[in-house]
């Protein structure tokens, strides 16, 4: 039995979830309302204030979606209540980053600044020049934006500029060294 996809997912005050006859599972809160599409055979249940996801056999497609439909919808619903956030920090002399409106300018070292537009479901945050928090209700979406900022500029082995995300260890190489005669 898969350990993520037994457990219990308790739906908290404001949330509502409705389930379609496609399993169409669709999450209402305060934040907002997030859909997900969950495969046909694995079986969605509200139980009261509790919902289970069970799955109809043991073979391994069936495993495999088992908890991953239930992170997913757990993801739903702590999305519209708390939401997500991805910090990035900016590592470099002359690297940095300024909120304009609903657009984000990045100098990362190009000829030209980078200029970015929020989507409409996020928001970005520049506590400080080096700082960046993407916000959202979808875990997915956060995620993803998130990773595009990050590619303008990955952090490099050598000296560590670059974007990079707030928890990542950038692993370090020593430069060249001078041959001696």
Request: glycine residues 10%; without cysteine; proline residues 5%.
């Amino acid at each position: 039995m898969s350990r993520v996809g037994k457990l219990p997912i308790t739906m908290p005050q404001g949330v509502q979830i409705k389930i379609s006859d496609t399993n169409l599972v669709t999450v209402t809160g305060p934040l907002g309302e997030l859909s997900e599409q969950i495969d046909k055979d694995i079986k969605v249940e509200i139980d009261g204030e509790t919902l289970s996801v069970t799955r109809p056999s043991d073979n391994k497609r069936h495993r495999a979606l088992h908890g991953l439909s239930r992170a997913l919808i757990n993801n739903m619903v702590t999305g519209v209540t708390q939401g997500f956030e991805r910090k990035l920090q900016i590592v470099g002399v002359g690297y940095k980053a300024i909120k304009n409106g609903n657009k984000l300018e990045l100098s990362l070292g190009h000829s030209h600044p980078v200029v970015m537009e929020d989507p409409e479901d996020l928001t970005t945050l520049v506590p400080t020049q080096t700082e960046i928090i993407v916000k959202g209700i979808s875990k997915q979406r956060v995620g993803n934006y998130a990773s595009k900022i990050r590619e303008w500029r990955k952090p490099e082995p050598y000296k560590g500029k670059g974007v990079r995300y707030s928890d990542e260890k950038v692993i370090r190489k020593e430069g060249k060294t001078g041959k001696k005669k």
